[in-house]
């Protein structure tokens, strides 16, 4: 009869051991978020919308390397490359330009003349807090382009916590890529400065998908504004002159 005791006395304790992390797991998944369904923060079960959040530490532990990448891993979402290597996000089957919101800390960044968005789509996920995703209509709260979807990337100079970081890599066909983050308070200032700079210049038999891009940004902001800049130049796509005579 004591073993019996015994035996429901350690299993007692092993039950107990576990439930801390069931209550973890349950308040993590209280805190993921999303601020682009009704532009306030709102948790992602009940937003109004399809809406995806991908993470940051998921996304490196699953080896993404760009906005493009990650942007791959939602539900509904394709990705291809016009004739020329330019990249497209199609959401639910529809390809035409114009028709899905591309922002940048809740900033729009959508290309004003043809609404294209490929120029941010090779933006590396190491200066990526977490990338939103809406999959359908959501032009009722951001006006024009974005009949198809939102796509919300928060960059790290947007946490409250000040994450300094420098990374480098590189990789076959020329590939380069290094940046940094440096963020700092000044009284009840806080200025954040992130930078990157990648090539891949990519020859295979008569084809090739050249890749120059880099970028500086700069926020600023306190409890009462926000200063948002970035310069950012992105040279991407296929020689046009090996595509037609493959030379």
């Known amino acids: 009869m004591s073993h019996f005791f015994s035996l429901i006395l350690i299993s007692t304790l092993l039950l107990s051991n ?7 797991d349950f308040l993590q998944s209280l805190e993921e978020v999303s601020e682009i369904a009704t532009k306030s923060k709102l948790n992602i079960d009940d937003a109004p919308a399809f809406v995806t959040v991908l993470n940051h530490e998921k996304l490196r532990k699953l080896g993404i390397d760009n906005v493009q990448e990650a942007l791959a891993q939602v539900p509904g979402v394709q990705l291809k490359r016009e004739a020329i290597g330019v990249p497209v996000i199609i959401f639910r ?11 940048l800390d ?7 003349y043809r609404g294209s968005i490929y120029h941010f789509l090779d933006f590396p996920i190491e200066l990526v ?3 939103e995703v809406i999959r359908g209509a959501g032009s009722v709260l951001y006006g024009s382009g974005a009949i198809s979807g939102v796509i919300n990337i928060i960059t790290k100079s947007s946490s409250s916590e000040n994450i300094n970081s420098v990374f480098i890599s ?11 983050l440096v963020a700092s308070n000044f009284a009840n200032i806080k200025i954040a400065i992130d930078t ?3 090539e891949n210049q990519k020859f295979i038999e ?3 998908r050249h890749l120059t891009d880099y970028s500086v940004g700069l926020k600023i902001n306190d409890e009462h504004f ?3 800049a970035k310069n950012q130049k992105s040279d991407i796509g296929k020689c046009l002159r090996c595509s037609l005579c493959a030379c």
């Open 18 to 24: 576990d439930i801390p992390n069931f209550e973890d």
């Open 93 to 103: 089957g529809v390809s035409q330009k114009g028709e899905v919101k591309l922002m």
């Open 129 to 131: 807090e977490r990338i």
């Open 170 to 180: 590189g990789g076959s066909y020329n590939y380069y890529k290094g940046g940094a």
């Open 196 to 198: 990157y700079y990648q």
């Open 106 to 112: 809740g900033v729009s960044i959508n290309n004003t």
């Open 226 to 228: 926000a200063l948002l």
């Open 206 to 208: 008569s084809t090739d």
